[in-house]
């Protein structure tokens, strides 16, 4: 199965899942890009179903993708990038899965800090820390230490990680300044919330990608992608690459961000 599975993502095209233009030309940078984007990494079981391989397999797979897109990023000079890695709700899948996917997370850290860190990334994990186990948590709070002073992609990776559970928490924060007599609750405004979440100092995100086909956000940064633009793409995860990833692109800047308006030939 390892060999199958070596032999598929040595094989694949970088382009995989690209239809080409009729020009045969490949795409430019766009001269708009977003600031910030977050991905929702989905369909790394599909994917390996597909292939008549195990789940695990796919998790493998998807790693590789996220390493291409991660430098891209930084090679297109996106100032942060956040992921979808794994969610308080992922507790819930069978309980060898969910071994995988701490042992992926153990693996990926330790083989990829070297790289990250002498890239310039500035990681930080946003989600329960203390929740993960010893080993996974150790090993982020060392990687979040280690480049906690470098100045390139800000790259955030959701781990424990739920909207609804950050928010509560950011409340609960918020509650306890009220309750210490640091500020009042008439006081509390929207940047006072902003500085309570796992992103604060971080803009908010300009475009959110979901791969697989499944049009929902599941719960993944509901405050900062209040705004972003979103595009919901058919590719399964580990198919996806910097050929995919510059379509969407080219895609958010095709888009009229409003902010709730209207575009000013529609209001006059």
């Known amino acids: 199965m390892l060999q199958k599975l070596t032999g598929l993502l040595t094989k694949r095209p970088r382009n995989a899942g690209v239809a080409p233009r009729d020009d045969g030309a490949r795409l430019a940078l766009p001269e708009k890009l977003p600031r910030h984007v977050g991905i929702i990494m989905d369909g790394n079981g599909r994917w390996a179903q597909n292939r ?4 695990s397999a796919g998790h493998a797979a998807g790693t590789e993708a996220l390493r291409d897109i991660i430098q891209a990023c930084d090679d297109w000079g996106i100032y942060a990038l956040s992921i979808y890695a794994f969610s308080t709700e992922n507790w819930a899948r069978p309980k060898d899965e ?10 990926y850290f330790q083989s990829e800090i070297d790289e990250l860190d002498a890239k310039g990334a500035v990681i930080r994990i946003i989600g329960d820390v203390d929740g993960l186990p010893d080993k ?18 800000r790259l955030n990776i959701a781990l424990n990680y739920g909207g609804h559970a950050e928010l509560t928490r950011a409340a609960r924060r918020l509650a306890a300044r ?21 992103t ?16 929902r956000t599941s719960n993944f940064l509901p405050w900062q ?36 308006g209207v575009k000013k030939e529609e209001g006059q």
């Open 52 to 55: 008549g391989l195990p789940r």
């Open 98 to 107: 969910v071994g995988t996917l701490m042992g992926l997370i153990l693996r």
């Open 136 to 153: 996974q948590r150790d090993v982020v709070n060392r990687a979040m230490e280690r480049t906690r002073d470098n100045d390139g992609l």
């Open 178 to 198: 009220c309750v210490a007599g640091e500020m009042k609750p008439e006081d509390i405004a929207e940047a006072d919330v902003e500085n309570e979440l796992y």
């Open 200 to 215: 604060a100092g971080l803009p908010p995100v300009d475009l959110l990608i979901r791969t697989s086909g499944e049009i």
């Open 225 to 260: 992608a209040a705004y972003a633009e979103m595009v919901f793409n058919p590719i399964l995860w580990p198919d996806y690459n910097r050929e995919v990833f510059l379509r969407d692109l080219h895609e958010y800047a095709s888009r009229d961000r409003r902010f709730g």
